[in-house]
């Protein structure tokens, strides 16, 4: 167990961000905080930069910004290391995402040009819809997983990194269930070297991180290293690991909504959801083997959230359906519809709509900002394997065996303050507020 104000490595040096999927996740990410270190933008959405967190009581008047109270990795001090499907340098592929004004872009241009991908570790059996060009050959996925550890070797020696951290941005890759072959890591590193179908491409770069000191954060609903062998290699090595699927749009939305409906007491009739979009993830998810692993990641918050087995009068028989469509028009413009059904006093119904124009990449970017600095703190900080501190940010949060996730937002966001001021010998914040009438 952590102890109580255990000693923080201070981050001393450069960190190194590896990203895979260079698509418009990742040039946001990337051309924002260059945006952000010239001055020319906020980080705002990211809780690292903006946040602040309340220490002692309500009259002691202590809340200074998260960033002042815990180490934190500063901007100027991030390099990008990335792997991508096609070889366009992150200017180019911020262009094509066209999620940021090609005027903010041009002025980032030398910055952004320099960021070049390496070749990717793909498969299309994982990802029916994309096929590339800028593919990385092996005999075996051990092989594969080799020339990452290398690279990853490489990229912190050339640029003189202290630290580093991976964070999964590529595509949702087809649904895969638990396999025998994922119970413990000798099963694992065989199946690896007799390229067994259950392992997929982003289990290879979990791997090749977790191998080479570098911890993981999973940004879709891929199993990925949700996984007995992995999370047995994180803590062998010391690791901190965390995932899936990063919470932005719509089921952000079910996560602040959901909660209120059962603070208060209100039944639910049924959720219908039903979004569109058009960039490289919504044609990826009009794929059904890919879909299916979204619609898992996004149906189970609810469950979890509302606890029908603990409030069946309320909760036992509510309808919950997820539809996905791509409409290319939309680019990374996502449009969430959803339709609640609910129901109060006397069991009178009563209805509540909304309507989510969102920009997916724009929720996305500050998350992954957020993930590889909390990552860098906790591997400093000697904090290893599942870091269930860090649900904030996860539509489908992985957590110890035999325990349910955690997706109230309120919650995970009081879970994560807490562990930040467990970290520095504070004491917890419980809102009992007694004290102040004795």
Aim: net charge positive; charged share 25%.
């Amino acid at each position: 167990m952590l102890q109580k104000g255990a000693p923080i490595a201070e981050p001393k040096g450069k960190l190194g961000v590896l990203l895979v999927g260079m698509g418009a996740v990742t040039t946001t990410f990337i051309a924002g905080v260059e945006a952000i270190r010239r001055g020319l933008a906020s980080p705002i959405g990211s809780l690292t930069q903006m946040g602040t967190i309340r220490l002692g009581k309500r009259t002691d008047g202590r809340s200074p910004l998260i960033k002042d109270f815990v180490p934190l990795a500063g901007l100027d001090d991030l390099v990008f290391g990335t792997w991508d499907i096609f070889d366009e340098n992150c200017y180019e592929a911020a262009m094509h995402a066209g999620v940021l004004e090609k005027e903010l872009l041009v002025q980032l241009k030398p910055q952004l040009s320099k960021v070049k991908p390496m070749p990717a570790v793909f498969d299309q059996e994982y990802v029916k819809r994309l096929s590339g060009t800028h593919l990385k050959k092996g005999r075996t996925k051990m092989s594969l997983a080799e020339q990452l550890m290398e690279e990853i070797a490489e990229f912190k020696k050339k640029n003189r990194c202290s630290r580093m951290v991976m964070v999964w941005c590529a595509s949702t890759e087809v649904f895969i269930k638990p396999h025998p072959v994922h119970k413990n890591l000798a099963a694992f590193e065989k199946a690896m070297r007799e390229n067994h179908k259950a392992i997929a491409p982003s289990m290879i770069y979990a791997y090749a991180a977790l191998k080479s000191g570098v911890g993981f954060a999973n940004g879709a609903p891929n199993l990925t290293v949700d996984i007995p062998a992995l999370i047995e290699l994180a803590e062998k090595q010391n690791l901190p690991i965390c995932g899936k699927d990063f919470k932005t749009g719509q089921t952000l939305m079910k996560t602040i909504v959901a909660p209120g409906l059962k603070a208060r007491m209100l039944g639910l009739h049924g959720w219908y959801s039903t979004n569109i979009l058009g960039n490289r993830d919504g044609e990826v998810l009009d794929d059904p083997g890919s879909f299916k692993t979204k619609e898992e990641s996004k149906l189970s918050v609810l469950e979890y959230i509302l606890q029908p087995q603990i409030y069946p009068e309320l909760y036992s028989d509510f309808s919950h359906l997820v539809r996905i469509n791509y409409y290319p028009p939309r680019g990374d413009n996502k449009e969430g519809w959803d339709n609640i059904d609910i129901f109060g006093w006397l069991g009178y119904p009563m209805q509540i709509k909304i309507d989510f124009l969102c920009r997916d990449s724009i929720l996305a970017a500050p998350i992954v900002l957020d993930l590889a600095l909390f990552m860098d703190l906790a591997q400093r900080t000697g904090m290893r394997g599942i870091q269930e501190w860090l649900s904030f940010y996860f539509k489908s949060p992985m957590c110890a065996p035999k325990l349910y996730p955690e997706h109230d937002l309120f919650i995970q966001l009081m879970k994560l303050k807490n562990t930040l001021r467990h970290l520095r010998g504070e004491e917890m914040i419980t809102h009992l507020g007694l004290e102040y009438y004795d």
